[in-house]
């Protein structure tokens, strides 16, 4: 596609319930990277792919967090058990093989 | 690993004036990138401006240009001709090493501009 694309735009889940967040890269870009954005911050960095692995997940705060990219492209970060802490802005970005980033335009998730 | 600090927490400009925002970093890497990010109520990230710390150089882009002190481990973004279009959220970021899409950001500077 023309740019990032991140499903669904906004999240609102309960406490404890399991969310999936889907990122559609930007079509032949081989990296692939997860940030989280609390409110009133700079967004931090969770996981970075190449291809289909992971290379970097040391953003990734506890084992409740985990993303998959299976075929190289679409990416899914999964999060169990939600805490209201979790609430923020997550964002996606894509890149060419050490290029710069393009980002989505993120999913709010709101954790009630 | 890289610590970013942006000092501004806001800045406004009248339009059609130039506004300087400040950014200081700090790295271990010896090949590394600088940029500065905006990002609009619309929540995207656009990159404004990037600087290869091996260029001496400065960035420009149109409007925008950056002062890259290197030994101080400087990077301010000047924007000229200030539109009320600029008016966001602005990221100052650094990435090292083989991944550039991995950045570490400041807290950012809120730039109000007025008419």
């Known amino acids: 596609g023309a740019g990032v694309s991140q499903t669904p735009s906004n999240k609102v889940t309960e406490k404890g319930k399991y969310v999936e967040l889907r990122c559609d890269p930007i079509s032949g870009h081989t990296a692939l990277y997860w940030y989280r954005q609390s409110l009133g911050q700079g967004p931090e960095f969770l996981i970075y792919f190449q291809g289909t692995g992971a290379a970097d997940d040391s953003g990734l705060p506890n084992d409740r967090f985990f993303a998959v990219r299976p075929e190289g492209s679409v990416s899914t970060l999964k999060i169990q058990r939600t805490e209201r802490g979790d609430s923020a802005v997550y964002l996606c970005a894509s890149s060419f093989y050490r290029g710069s980033a393009t980002f989505g335009s993120g999913t709010r998730l709101t954790v009630v | 690993a890289q610590t970013v600090t942006q000092s501004q927490p806001e800045m406004s400009v009248q339009e059609a004036e130039t506004v300087t925002l400040s950014c200081t970093y700090d790295?271990?890497?010896?090949?590394?990138?600088l940029f500065w990010y905006k990002q609009p109520p619309s929540r995207q990230m656009i990159l404004v401006i990037r600087q290869e710390a091996y260029k001496q150089q400065n960035a420009t882009e149109n409007r925008f240009s950056v002062n890259f002190q290197k030994a101080a481990k400087s990077f301010s973004l000047k924007i000229s001709d200030s539109q009320l279009g600029d008016a966001a959220m602005y990221f100052c970021a650094c990435a090292g090493g083989t991944s550039y899409g991995k950045l570490t950001f400041g807290q950012g500077t809120i730039l109000t501009v007025h008419p």
């Open positions: 790295t271990s890497e010896s090949d590394y990138y």
